[in-house]
């Protein structure tokens, strides 16, 4: 048995100590709710850390408005769907440079790169993000 004296910090190897009080995830990134339902006949099954835009095809919901989030979970952990079960789940934007890379090969760089590729454009060549505002 480890000693606490013996690591010279007080704790014990592999001990955790977490604040006290209500851990916000993720503060001050851009999140959005959506809609998910499993229309496949299998449980699925998907990771904190998952590009949710290319998740499993027999999940159902609007892939356009995932581009470039994942689930607000704890890292490490998954939500899954069973078949047949719809629920809500909040997202989150995937930080850093934003690059994306593997999954099911969707993206391979940068989401906002492909993001502007999605954007409708006028005959000039600007977007019409703004049209209808």
Same mark, same amino acid.
């Not at 099954?45 to 704890?74: P, W």
């Not at 994306?100 to 590729?117: C, E, R």
């Given at each position: 048995? =480890?000693?606490?004296?013996? %690591?010279? %910090?007080?704790? /014990?190897?592999?001990?955790?100590?977490? *604040?006290?009080?209500?851990? %916000? #995830?993720?503060?001050? +990134?851009?999140?959005?709710?959506?809609?998910?339902?499993?229309?496949?006949?299998?449980?699925?099954?998907?990771?904190?850390?998952?590009?949710?835009?290319?998740?499993?095809?027999?999940?159902?919901?609007?892939?356009?408005? %995932? #581009?470039?989030?994942?689930?607000?979970?704890? *890292?490490?952990?998954? /939500?899954?769907?069973?078949?047949?079960?719809?629920?809500?789940?909040? #997202? =989150? *934007?995937?930080?850093?440079?934003?690059?994306?890379?593997?999954?099911?090969?969707? =993206? +391979?760089?940068? =989401?906002?790169? #492909?993001? $502007?590729?999605?954007?409708?454009? $006028?005959?000039?060549?600007?977007?019409?993000?703004?049209?209808?505002?």
């Amino acid at each position: 048995m =480890v000693n606490k004296t013996q %690591t010279g %910090t007080g704790m /014990i190897p592999g001990e955790m100590r977490v *604040a006290s009080g209500h851990i %916000t #995830l993720n503060p001050d +990134m851009p999140t959005v709710s959506i809609s998910v339902a499993n229309v496949g006949d299998r449980p699925i099954q998907i990771g904190s850390h998952y590009h949710f835009y290319e998740a499993n095809d027999a999940l159902t919901f609007d892939r356009d408005v %995932t #581009l470039g989030f994942r689930l607000n979970i704890a *890292a490490g952990t998954a /939500i899954r769907f069973e078949p047949g079960q719809s629920r809500t789940v909040e #997202l =989150v *934007a995937f930080g850093g440079n934003r690059m994306i890379y593997g999954f099911q090969g969707k =993206v +391979m760089g940068s =989401v906002n790169d #492909l993001k $502007s590729k999605n954007e409708p454009q $006028s005959k000039d060549g600007s977007t019409n993000k703004d049209e209808g505002k």
